[in-house]
Each structure stands twice: as C-alpha cells, then as structure tokens.
C-alpha cells in the first residue's frame, strides 16, 4: 500500500483561456492538505482531475494506490467529495438522500449520521428546497462524513458562510481529522480556514502550484523586517528576500526564507532592524502569489 | 460495496420521476377512454393519446440529464463510485424505462380497446404501431442530444425538430396507398410495407442509440 493519499505528478490541462500547468502534489496519508488560491487560479480543476471528472491532458494522478481516471470507481468508494457547488435534489428530502447514500455504501455509519444530524441543527424530513446555503453544505457534508471515506476532498466547503455556520464545519472538520487514517484536501480562498485545520498548505495561482509544503515549517519561513535606512545607504539583494518596498528612511523586506543572520546583514550596510514580525497566511499567500506573478512576467 | 451502482441509479431516477409517469398515464388512459365514444371524440382522444407521449419525449430528457447540470446536481452524482461510462449507462436504462413504460402500457391498452370494442377496426393496428413509433424515435433523438450536446440550447433545437416533424410523418405514413387501404379492414394486415416501415424506424432508433454511446465514450471532461 502506498503512503500517499495523493499523487500528481506533471499534470497539465488545457483549456481554451486557462491552462493547468505540469501540476506535482503530493499529500502523505493521514495529512490534511489546504490547497489556497484565488478564484479562477486551477483547485477546482486540480480537484476534478483527482476525482477523475476532467481527464488530464499529461501527466500521472494516483489517488488512495488508484490511476485516475482509469480506475476511478475503486479510488471514489474510499474518496468523500464535497463542493460548494454542489447540489442535492430540491424536490427530495434530506433523509431521502441519506437513505440513498446509505443504499450504496456498506460504511454508512447511521449513528453518526444521527448525531451529525442533531450537531447540524439538521431536520431528516425537511426538503433540500427549504434549506439555507448553510443548511444545504451542512447536509452534504454530512451525506460525506457519514460513510467514512479514507480520504476527504473539498472544494471550498465554506465559501459563502455566515461566521456560525463556518464555525461548526471547521469544528466538525477538526473532529474528523482526530482519525490519523483519514487525509483530507481542502481548498479554499480564505487562508483564515486553511490555517485552521492544515498540516500542509499549498499555493496555487494560474495554474501552477507555486509554494507547497509543511504548514508550520512554512510559517516559521516567512518574515518581514522593517528597516530604518539611513540617506544614502542603498539595501543590497539578500538571499532569501523576495521584495523590498522603501518610502524615505523607512523600508519593509519581505523575507520568505528567513535566518536570524539575515537582520545581521542589514545591519552590517548601515541599516537598523526596527523590528521583526511574523506574517499572518493571508498575507504569505499574496507576497507569495505577487512574488510568482513577476517571476513569471521578467 | 451495496448492489449495483447502475441499479441505484436507475431507482433513483425512477423515484424522482414517478409522478410524471404517473400523470402522463392518467392522460392517456382518460384520452383512450375518450376515444371510444367515436366521432369528434375519436379524433380528440387520438390526439390527446400521441401529445401526452410527444410532451413526456421531450420532458423526460430535459428533466433528468440537463437539469443535473443546471441544478448542478451531477457533481454529487459523479462523486459517487461511478464512471462516466456508467452513468450513461444507468441514464440510458432509467430514461428508457421511464418512457417505455408509458408508452407501452398505453399502447397495450389502445390494443386491447381496438381488440374487443367497435369504434376503430382492428386493421388500423399497422398503423398505429408505426405512428406510435415516431414518438419513441423523437424521444431516443431528444435524449441523445441532450446527453451528448449537453446544453439546452441543442436541446431546444432537437425538441422543435422532432415536434414539427410528428405530423410530418404521420401525413406521409397515411398517404401510403398499400397502409391507408388497409386502415378499414376487419383484420391487422401485415403487409411488405408497414414490416418495412416499422423495421427503419426500429433501425432508425438502434442507430441513434449506437452514436450516443459512441460520442459518451469518447468524453474527457465529466462535470
């Protein structure tokens, strides 16, 4: 059995205006995986292509041992797949559907279903049509949970949430992960979800996968110094410094491979290190995507 | 693994469809009744008998296949331990049952009326099979296009094809010496060119199936 939840690797997909790019992600079993990037950047694409509805144009995808799309019937009797664009049926009730997914999955866990149902503020015989944004990702996330898959792929589960409603996925979201067996892709916009409930994060902007790795290890990587820089002292290109923004005396490095030596070397030009600080991932995610944009462009 | 796949699929479709097949059996049932009273009757409860199949033809694709789509409810679908392969297999299954079922019953039933009443004679049968049959094959062209073309706009285009054609057809079927003179007769006759007729029109319905299976296959993007 392989160790890897999942496995991309050179995986690209043309479209018309939008191009998948020679994609490698890999997400050890067990791990929980935030998959970040602003709309229209490819997780959707990304997450299709692993749920073997898009087939790749190039490259190799093996989800849970599994080639997709050739063998995705066996990968997706393990995989929860859950989406913000994702419906039920509006005519049908909750508990129709329930029943439904129980008919075909053995693991149907009807207890847990039960007590999804009660956490969810969640009726069995209330219809689809009834329910609120919240209520309607709320019951499908509960038609996913309750069958246990080995592997949890969503696609911006929370994505137009009240504050409470978002509150209760993420703690159930915590919850289920408490089962080391069980790895989870989760992609979204708001970093704040992402940093949340992952181990590891990876960024994703037009296309290309431009950052992915161990969530803390990739937090402690990143820094930005602020500077008081004396006249004319120009601030030399250190390694591991993406970008400098000077107005007047004062300037803010932007590190994203950070050693303490590095305030040393500002401080050996004739600058001073006024401080610091630790960046939040929101603000990682938009140095990082900027950082990449103009890689890309010189 | 619980059962099939395909057959959870084709239960499900017939769950969510029961009372469409309920209420087109409704109609046709009050629309044979109709008929045997003769004279305009006849001609009403005739009419009412092919435009309830004609109407059910062109619902039943856009209910099942594209309003997954604009209801986005295929996503949900298309997560569960399913090919895309299957899909079209379990939709192909449920959506002819769903039609076929109507359109049998009915037609059974319109038999049986001819069989042991006195308003129509039973050498019009011939007849009536191959007019029933131009429902069926509008039905087989309305959900292929909506299974392979995916949209609503093809959709449209297939249903106002097949709708404008029906009387087409039913005019030329009736302008066929060697069928109409037969329309009278105490017994079914079933001569050369109503076997031929009825064997293009079957010909007709395994091509387009064949075709639709073809293009599925081939399909790279399921979503």
């Keep these: 059995m392989t160790d890897l939840a999942l496995d991309m690797r050179g995986v690209s997909k043309k479209y018309r205006y939008f191009t998948l790019d020679k994609v490698d992600l890999k997400l050890p079993r067990g791990q929980i995986m935030g998959l970040i990037g602003a709309n229209g950047a490819g997780k959707s694409t990304t997450i299709r292509i692993l749920m073997g509805l898009v087939h790749q144009d190039a490259g190799e995808v093996r989800v849970l041992g599994h080639s997709m799309p050739a063998e995705q019937v066996a990968a997706k009797w393990d995989i929860g797949f859950a989406s913000e664009d994702m419906r039920l049926y509006d005519s049908m009730t909750l508990g129709w559907h329930m029943n439904f997914i129980r008919s075909i999955y053995s693991s149907w866990d009807a207890s847990y279903a039960q007590l999804l149902l009660k956490r969810f503020g969640l009726r069995a015989d209330q219809r689809i049509k009834g329910l609120s944004h919240g209520q309607r990702v ?7 949970l309750a069958r246990k898959p080995k592997l949890l792929v969503l696609d911006e589960p929370t994505t137009g949430l009240d504050p409470v409603a978002r509150h209760e996925i993420l703690r159930e979201l915590t919850e289920v992960m408490a089962d080391e067996d069980r790895s989870v892709l989760f992609s979204s916009h708001n970093t704040q979800d992402v940093e949340q409930i992952s181990d590891y994060i990876t960024f994703i902007d037009r296309g290309r996968i431009i950052d992915s790795m161990d969530k803390e290890a990739y937090l402690d990587r990143w820094r930005r110094l ?27 490095a932007t590190a994203n491979a950070f050693v303490p030596d590095l305030a040393n070397a500002y401080e050996s030009t004739g600058a001073r290190v006024q401080c610091i600080e630790n960046m939040t991932l929101e603000e990682i995610f938009v140095a990082n995507v900027e950082h990449s944009r103009e890689e890309v462009e010189a | ?12 479709d017939w769950r969510l469809h029961r009372s469409l097949i309920l209420l087109t059996l409704a109609i046709g049932f009050v629309a044979l009744l109709l008929a045997q009273f003769g004279g305009l009757a006849l001609v009403l409860g005739g009419v009412w008998f092919f ?5 059910l033809g062109s619902m039943l694709p856009a209910s099942t296949i594209l309003n997954e789509r604009k209801k986005q409810t295929l996503a949900f679908i298309m997560s569960l331990p399913v090919s895309s392969v299957q899909y079209t297999i379990a939709k192909m299954l449920s959506i002819w049952a769903l039609f076929l079922v109507p359109w049998l019953t009915l037609l059974i039933f319109a038999l049986v009326l001819i069989a042991n009443g006195h308003v129509v004679p039973q050498g019009s049968v011939p007849m009536l099979l191959m007019l029933a049959m131009l429902p069926l094959i509008g039905f087989c062209l309305m ?3 909506a299974l392979v073309g995916e949209s609503e706009g093809w959709l449209i285009a297939a249903s106002v094809l097949c709708n404008s054609s029906y009387w087409l057809g039913w005019y030329l079927l009736a302008r066929v010496p060697s069928l109409a003179a037969n329309l009278k007769a105490p017994v079914a006759v079933w001569n050369a060119p109503a076997i031929t007729v009825l064997c293009a029109e079957l010909g007709l319905i395994a091509l387009i199936t064949g075709l639709t299976l073809f293009f599925q296959s081939r399909k790279r993007d399921f979503t």
């Design chain 1, 138 to 144: 709320k019951s499908a996330l509960l038609l996913v």
């Design chain 1, 226 to 252: 602020r500077l008081e820089v004396p006249l004319g002292i120009d601030l030399p290109a250190l390694p591991g410094v993406i970008g400098v923004h000077q107005r007047g005396r004062l300037a803010v």
């Design chain 2, 1 to 12: 693994m619980n059962g099939s796949i395909i057959g959870h699929l084709v239960l499900k």
């Design chain 2, 51 to 55: 435009v309830v199949l004609c109407v």
């Design chain 2, 143 to 145: 959900f292929s296009t």
